[in-house]
């Protein structure tokens, strides 16, 4: 299986350094000309204290030097929701008649852009579960034990391309998992990651922090929102991945905090629309209550405005 990877940061260099590392497929990074020359000069470095060190030889192109289509099986999108247009026209001369298109972006709304872009029959639903972050030495750090890929057929088979890309991860460290209901699987980490985003972001702390200050009820009700938003929708969460994955973490009074945050408070881009947009529209829609879904979402679109406007503190 020949797989080209959308970039070498922290996702993607992690999946597909560990694909390379093994020799269960023949991989490639698709990235810009100063993460080429890191690459070939000292390889594809992978700090993780659960699932070891690496320095690995990798491959890396450039857009100059992309095979066409016709030459990747699958192609690994990692790029973040606002990075989506200039994905898909770096990666379009990539995607081949039979190339599978695998996105690990957080949200849903990705999944009918790239159809748009490419077509129903080459795009796979998928997501990712990992801490891990690229480092300004172009270190790949994996911050914790998980590292988890769950992909599917949109329309719910298990086709065979679906099956050798997991046969593929399976000679990995890497939890890799074919799904037949994997837009299902989508909106249950869209409730985590929503319920993430609006807590830590909207309160500027993590979910301990919040916790402590007496809003541990004020948390569950926003779980509550989410998870009602996904079963008007068609997608209830199962009760297994409730119980043992959303309620222990959103009352275990953890230092977790979302992503977003950590942007956030850097003076980066965030993705509010793709994550926080997406949720109040699907609140609207649904009929739940939207008040703190249109207060999360204003708040994230006003730190934009501030943001564009060169209004940030100054460090």
């Known amino acids: 299986m020949r797989i080209l990877v959308l970039g070498a940061g922290a996702v993607g260099g992690y999946f597909g350094g560990r694909l390379v590392q093994t020799g269960s497929a023949e991989v490639a990074f698709l990235v810009r000309p100063g993460r080429k020359a890191q690459l070939d000069g000292g390889g594809l470095v992978i700090e993780s204290p ?3 060190d690496a320095r690995i030889a990798v491959t890396a192109l450039t857009a100059e030097a992309l095979p066409g289509a016709g030459a990747w099986d699958v192609v690994l999108l990692t790029a973040k929701a606002y990075d989506l247009d200039a994905a898909i026209a770096a990666i379009r001369p990539a995607v ?6 695998l996105p690990l972006l957080n949200g849903l709304s990705h999944i009918d852009t790239l159809t748009a872009a490419f077509g129903a029959a080459r795009v796979l639903g998928g997501l990712a579960k990992i801490q891990a972050t690229l480092t300004q030495e172009g270190v790949v750090r994996h911050l914790a034990p998980v590292q988890m890929l769950e992909f599917g057929e949109l329309d719910g088979t298990m086709s065979e391309r679906v099956g050798a890309l997991k ?3 399976d000679a990995t460290p890497i ?11 989508m909106w249950e980490k869209l409730v985590l990651i929503g319920t993430l985003v609006i807590a830590t972001v909207l309160m500027r702390a993590n979910l301990g922090e919040i ?3 007496g809003g541990q009820g004020w948390i569950d009700r926003v779980l509550e929102r989410n998870v009602a938003i996904a079963a008007a929708h068609g997608h209830p969460v199962r009760p297994q991945a409730l119980e043992r994955e959303l309620l222990p973490m959103f009352r275990s009074a953890s230092p977790a905090a979302a992503s977003m945050l950590r942007d956030l408070e850097a003076g980066g881009r965030i993705e509010s629309d793709h994550i926080l947009g997406f ?5 609207r829609r649904a009929g739940v209550d939207d008040a703190l879904h249109e207060t999360a979402h204003l708040h994230a679109k006003s730190y934009e405005a501030r943001r ?4 940030l503190p100054r460090g």
Not at 279 to 283: E, G, N, P, T
Not at 308 to 311: D, E, H, T, Y
């Open 279 to 283: 949720l109040l529209d699907a609140a």
């Open 96 to 101: 081949g008649k039979t190339t599978a298109v």
């Open 211 to 213: 916790a402590a200050a």
């Open 50 to 52: 659960s699932a070891g």
């Open 175 to 185: 939890r890799a998992d074919a799904v037949a209901d994997i837009t299902g699987r």
């Open 167 to 169: 046969r593929a991860f």
């Open 308 to 311: 564009a406007a060169g209004r």
